[in-house]
């Protein structure tokens, strides 16, 4: 994905099914085999968008909520391709501020797709990007409410998915670094990015906290900064 820019997708996909293969024995690779390129195709697959905004919204974010596969983080990867990198709607670093956001407040952390969808069609395209990025969950709960217990005891289902979420920590890899040069501008950001990843990664302290305690300082340097202008 960083070096020959191939989909992230296809990535995911590949990488499940590798794995699938490796845990269920090489001769499942001929029943396989056979529907591989059908699923590559299908996500090769771009439905043509119309000139609207407000389509293009609902489009990224039902993608984003029924294919965010790893947990909320991974659905960073698709808002970071799609809203920024494929319709410019925010900057990378108006992202990072959507995500220091979700983090520091009440709710789930992919509710900054809520910002996101304010910044490219204002209120209305907030309420769709909400409404379509939880509507996958909503649509499986409700549906495979009497399955989910074979789900979980289907070997097959649990190596494809076990590979699937070893591919998204390279996949969340990749987008990380492409939104460090937004975050990180001068020493004082990167002395606060060290301090707050010492302080989740080893001293265990709450996410939020951190987030708020992070505005907290960059509010504080930002006025003495104004003050000493």
Do not use: C
């Amino acid at each position: 994905m960083r070096f020959a820019g191939i989909n992230f997708l296809l990535i995911l996909l590949i990488a499940g099914v590798l794995n699938l293969i490796v845990d269920q024995g090489w001769p499942l690779l001929k029943k396989t085999a056979p529907t591989l390129p059908a699923a590559i195709g299908a996500i090769g697959l771009a439905i043509p968008f119309t000139d609207s905004r407000l389509f293009q919204v609902a489009w990224l974010f039902l993608k984003t909520g029924l294919l965010s596969f790893g947990g909320a983080y991974a659905s960073l990867v698709f808002v970071q391709r799609g809203a920024v990198a494929q319709y410019h709607w925010l900057t990378d670093g108006q992202l990072l501020d959507g995500v220091a956001l979700s983090v520091a407040t009440p709710g789930p952390f992919m509710l900054f797709t809520t910002f996101v969808g304010y910044l490219a069609s204002g209120v209305i395209g907030a309420v769709l990007a909400t409404f379509f990025v939880f509507l996958p969950s909503f649509i499986f709960v409700i549906a495979g409410v009497h399955y989910v217990e074979k789900v979980r005891d289907n070997r097959m289902i649990q190596a494809f998915l076990a590979g699937v979420s070893a591919a998204v920590v390279g996949v969340i890899a990749v987008v990380s670094l492409d939104l460090i040069p937004g975050a990180l501008t001068d020493w004082t950001t990167v002395a606060i990015s060290v301090a707050a990843f010492l302080l989740i990664a080893f001293l265990k302290r709450d996410v939020a906290l951190v987030a708020v305690g992070a505005m907290v300082g960059g509010i504080i340097y930002a006025s003495v900064r104004a003050l000493a202008l």
